[in-house]
């Protein structure tokens, strides 16, 4: 059974044969805190169980109209972790636990995936759950490369998947009643918007450690080249911090797509290009810096990704300062003014993981959906690719392409085989 569709012939049938079958008095314990059917529940898979991983495993199990099926993890303790807890939170539950996500993805008792794996393994479990008809919710930065982001929308949009993408600052209000201040002109013409995050990643350069049992290190690798096992890579266990694969190009782009994904985010949001993207990469004068690159966008606006902390946008009539728990204007007035009814109103999300839900339910794309998602980390890939390549770039955000530059490595890497990117 599948949620994406509620008045499918299957459902029906179920529903119908489900009724003739039930005694007249049903216990209470089949039914959620909330009275909500177990045939009513969106049905999640969760694949990647590390520490972001467990923050929405347990937001998820705390909902009424959700029931978690399986989990999925390259390392047997978190992998046997996470059933635990599931199994400890539903009455009879038996949830299965998996070492390849292809397992849980062939499931037709699966509506919709969490995926939460290291970078370098987003794009290609994003691809199998499309083809497999599961709605996705997948952390930032979407994807590894600026292939892959296009790939992405592609395999979304042919196959109906509700798509939400884990850059939540565009959940919270603080982000929102920025971006409407700037999107309604009342800081006049943007000129600069100041981006403060980290620099670019680095090739691995890690020793090797002994390999403990109980880890898929070939398959914890998946496309990226094979190497020895370290554990600042994967940290055996269940562990509370985020692992420093993010730093290593290999399996991410460092800062500059680990907190880009949030913060050029809410700058293309504040923009309005969020099916767009900037038309120059300009390097900053010192040619070894990692921060100082300028995104050109139409108008002559300039993204720069500068000091600021936050994101800083600079109009001809005023500023608009924002991070997280806090935002402010100059002139101060502008934080209390009123949005015209006619005015730009963004989408008020009720909550990341819960917008997601209630679209699943009601076949719409969420706030932060795949569009959202390719183009800000596209953005966060062009800054990498200057600093990485110590060049300018002249970018087609419409084509997806680079002018005057036919370099392929620009736009996607070679994988190991047999990790390689799913066709549609």
């Known amino acids: 059974m599948s949620i994406r569709s509620s008045l499918s012939r299957r459902r029906f049938l179920q529903r119908a044969a489900a009724v003739s079958a039930a005694p007249w008095i049903v216990p209470h314990s089949v039914f959620g805190r909330n009275g909500s059917a177990p045939s009513e529940r969106i049905r999640l898979g969760f694949i990647g169980m590390g520490k972001q991983s467990q923050y929405h495993l347990r937001w998820f199990l705390d909902q009424d109209d959700v029931q978690v099926l399986a989990v999925c993890d390259v390392d047997t303790t978190r992998r046997d972790d996470a059933r635990a807890k599931v199994d400890a939170k539903y009455e009879n539950s038996d949830c299965a636990a998996y070492n390849d996500d292809r397992e849980l993805i062939a499931r037709d008792d699966i509506d919709a995936v969490v995926i939460c794996t290291p970078d370098h393994w987003h794009a290609i479990t994003i691809l199998?759950?499309?083809?497999?008809?599961?709605?996705?919710?997948?952390?930032?930065?979407?994807?590894?490369?600026?292939?892959?982001?296009?790939?992405?929308?592609?395999?979304?949009?042919?196959?109906?998947?509700?798509?939400q993408t884990g850059s939540q600052q565009r959940s919270s209000p603080e982000f929102r009643q920025a971006c409407e201040v700037v999107r309604n002109g009342m800081i006049g013409d943007i000129k600069r918007v100041l981006v403060d995050v980290g620099g670019p990643s680095h090739w691995?350069?890690?020793?090797?450690?002994?390999?403990?049992?109980?880890?898929?290190?070939?398959?914890?690798?998946?496309?990226?080249?094979e190497r020895p096992y370290n554990e600042v890579l994967s940290p055996r266990g269940v562990h509370?911090?985020?692992?420093?694969?993010?730093?290593?190009?290999?399996?991410?782009?460092?800062g500059m797509t680990d907190w880009g994904a949030h913060h050029f985010d809410i700058a293309q949001w504040g923009l309005g290009m969020d099916h767009s993207g900037p038309s120059e990469v300009i390097l900053p004068d010192d040619p070894s810096a990692d921060r100082g690159v300028t995104?050109?966008?139409?108008?002559?606006?300039?993204?720069?990704?500068?000091?600021?902390?936050g994101v800083t946008f600079i109009?001809?009539?005023?500023?608009?300062?924002?991070?997280?728990?806090?935002?402010?204007?100059?002139?101060?007035?502008?934080?209390?003014?009123?949005?015209?009814?006619?005015?730009?109103?963004?989408?008020d999300s009720p909550g990341h993981q819960r917008d997601w839900l209630n679209c699943i339910r009601e076949r719409r794309q969420p706030i932060c959906d795949v569009e959202?998602?390719?183009?800000?980390?596209?953005?966060?890939?062009?800054?990498?690719?200057?600093?990485w390549h110590r060049r300018p770039l002249r970018w087609d955000p419409s084509s997806w392409s680079f002018l005057d530059d036919t370099d392929p490595a620009l736009l996607d890497i070679d994988r190991r085989a047999p990790y390689l990117l799913p066709t549609l």
Request: with cysteine.
């Open 128 to 163: 199998e759950a499309c083809k497999a008809g599961k709605d996705i919710y997948c952390e930032k930065p979407l994807t590894l490369t600026i292939h892959e982001a296009k790939a992405c929308i592609d395999a979304v949009k042919a196959h109906d998947i509700v798509f």
């Open 204 to 225: 691995c350069d890690l020793g090797e450690e002994p390999l403990e049992p109980g880890l898929d290190w070939d398959r914890w690798l998946g496309p990226a080249p």
């Open 240 to 254: 509370d911090h985020y692992p420093n694969w993010r730093s290593f190009r290999e399996y991410s782009g460092g």
């Open 295 to 309: 995104f050109l966008y139409p108008g002559g606006i300039e993204v720069i990704h500068g000091p600021g902390g």
């Open 315 to 347: 109009g001809t009539e005023g500023e608009v300062f924002v991070n997280r728990g806090q935002w402010r204007t100059t002139p101060e007035s502008l934080k209390d003014a009123d949005i015209p009814a006619d005015g730009v109103h963004l989408y």
């Open 372 to 387: 959202v998602g390719a183009r800000s980390v596209t953005v966060c890939h062009l800054g990498n690719l200057a600093y």
